[in-house]
């Protein structure tokens, strides 16, 4: 048995991560802000990156603190934003081991007492680089009181010393520290941008990923290029030869969507058996109820958008028939019955989830969604009820079958005007054979039958 250790596995979000501003993607704003920076030596003190999580927030920290201390490979250039990544400190920085570039997490340091000790290292000239460099991830953890013991160091440090502070919660961060600080946005990565670089990493590891596997992917990733790199290493370990769309919808535990969109149409006709067959079958294959749901959401959504704005359709995470199906229904579909399935959907998924059986909740709400869908709107309720035959005009031009209580859900505390037209229109009832109340008798017979006291002590 050989006694050399096996090289460890390294995961591809971090044996791909950029290690220059070239290989960073999807934020170009903040990289060319900082190359014209270290052009001019204009260089600020303190940076504070924003974002979601896996947008390169603490690898651009790292990028940056490699360019300020990068000395070339004959050790005699000055800060750069091409770090060599040959040189001693490129390569410290790189493994983390290098004695002036401290990367604090506030999340497990948060007190005062973690922020007292930067304070009174921050005297001290770097031992072995141009820069002493402090990284705080996640800095919006710290405490009120360390914030407040950091703002004049923040404010005034010495000019060998640099502070660069990551967060994913920006309105956390006191307003004082960050008026200390150069801030830099950086945003979710477009889906073109994120699908071609894990095409990219693919190719480079060798493995076989099919276009609409790349798509699920990067919808699942949402903008982080650390949660898409995870995913596709998870899929590249999954997938046997070409890594296809089926086999991503299954490790991820998606229904199929195009599926989904049989059941959406099923729901929008009324068609309550066709759509609880659909959901079983669906649930048969493995699909989990709650995400059948968060996907008829997920699409009322989507056709909502392009029925407003249909260049919406044109995303590129979309496949070529799932854009047309989804332009058909938005041009079938109107814009009340999609906001009306929305608001349902809210109500559902929280039904489903603190449910006892989620498929029962998710059969339920179905039937819900199925049985309000068949309903007309009040618009259409409107035009029905004036097209309705009328027995007679009531005194005063008024058509006599239009104000009449005939239903047991219309309770209206009458006034005097309304109870006088109602007693003048009683002969009018009594030859109107559609009307159910053929007499004012009968009228005050079903208040007393509803026991509504007040309206009966109105009325009599």
Not at 12 to 38: I, S
Not at 345 to 353: F, P
Not at 426 to 432: E, R, V, Y
């Amino acid at each position: 048995m050989s006694d050399a250790p096996e090289q460890a596995y390294q995961v591809l979000a971090r044996k791909y991560r950029p290690e220059t501003f070239a290989d960073l993607v999807g934020q170009e704003a903040m990289v060319r802000t900082l190359k014209n920076a270290f052009a001019a030596d204009r260089i600020a003190h303190a940076f504070i990156m924003t974002g979601i999580r896996g947008t390169g927030k603490t690898t651009t920290a790292r990028i940056i603190a490699k360019g300020l201390n990068c000395i070339g490979p004959d050790g005699a250039d000055g800060p750069t934003t091409e770090p060599c990544g040959k040189c001693d400190p490129c390569r410290a920085i790189a493994e983390g081991r290098h004695v002036d570039v401290m990367e604090m997490d506030a999340a497990s340091r948060t007190g005062v007492g973690d922020i007292r000790e930067i304070i009174d290292s921050v005297h001290y000239r770097a031992a072995s680089a141009r820069y002493k460099i402090y990284i705080i991830d996640e800095v919006h953890m710290l405490s009120t009181s360390a914030f407040n013991a950091l703002l004049k160091t923040l404010e005034e440090p010495p000019a060998h010393v640099k502070f660069i502070f990551a967060t994913t919660e920006i309105r956390k961060v006191p307003v004082t520290v960050l008026s200390r600080c150069q801030r830099f946005d950086l945003k979710r990565i477009e889906p073109e941008v994120m699908m071609a670089l894990m095409a990219k990493i693919a190719k480079s590891e060798g493995a076989k990923i099919s276009e609409g596997a790349l798509a699920l992917i990067t919808r699942a990733a949402e903008g982080s290029a650390r949660d898409a790199t995870s995913l596709l290493d998870q899929a590249i370990s999954n997938g046997a030869g070409e890594t296809s769309a089926d086999q991503i919808r299954a490790m991820l535990g998606l229904a199929d969507r195009g599926r989904v969109l049989d059941l959406f149409d099923l729901v929008m006709k009324g068609d309550a058996a066709g759509a609880l067959k659909e959901l079983s079958g669906q649930y048969a294959d493995g699909a989990d109820p709650m995400a059948v749901l968060r996907d008829l959401a997920e699409i009322t959504h989507w056709i909502s958008v392009i029925k407003i704005t249909p260049e919406a359709a044109d995303d590129p995470t979309t496949p070529p028939d799932e854009r047309s199906r989804g332009l058909d229904m938005a041009a079938r579909l109107p814009i009340r019955a999609l906001s009306k399935m929305w608001q349902m959907l809210l109500k559902a998924l929280e039904e489903v989830a603190l449910a006892p059986n989620a498929m029962m909740a998710a059969e339920m709400a179905l039937i819900r969604l199925t049985h309000v869908a068949d309903l007309p709107d009040p618009e259409a309720l409107i035009k029905r009820l004036q097209t309705l035959p009328t027995a007679g005009a009531m005194p005063g031009g008024a058509p006599a079958g239009g104000g009449v209580m005939h239903s047991p859900a219309m309770r209206m505390a009458p006034s005097a005007p309304v109870m006088g037209a109602t007693m003048q229109a009683a002969p009018a009832l009594a030859t109107a054979p559609e009307m159910l109340l053929v007499s004012f008798a009968q009228v005050v017979e079903l208040i007393r039958e509803k026991r509504d006291m007040k309206l009966l002590f109105e009325v009599e």
